[in-house]
């Protein structure tokens, strides 16, 4: 977590809500994929499925919290002398994507 406020995750107003919402439904989707797994009547393929429904919407999430990174920090790095720290920032964050 970031102590620095000028660091802190800057989302536009209307993504917020999205990405919560988001984020609301995948942990439903999880919930659905665990009950799956306890029912040993479920299919591998529909389990896969749920797995691979909840891995797009968490990249998804994951684009918006992105893009939100680059348009408040990454583009306004040089005015604030920290270009060094956003590139190796962005570099760690990229190697996961």
Do not use: N
Request: hydrophobic fraction near 40%.
């Amino acid at each position: 977590m970031c102590a620095d406020k000028t660091h802190a995750m800057h989302l536009d107003h209307e993504v917020r809500p999205i990405a919560l919402r988001r984020l609301k439904s995948i942990k439903g989707h999880v919930e659905g994929i665990e009950r799956m797994l306890e029912d040993k009547t479920s299919y591998c393929v529909d389990v896969l499925k749920q797995i691979k429904a909840v891995e797009g919407a968490l990249d998804r999430i994951g684009e918006m919290v992105l893009q939100s990174h680059l348009k408040h920090h990454v583009v306004t790095a040089h005015d604030r002398g920290d270009t060094d720290k956003i590139v190796t920032e962005l570099m760690d964050v990229l190697k996961y994507r």
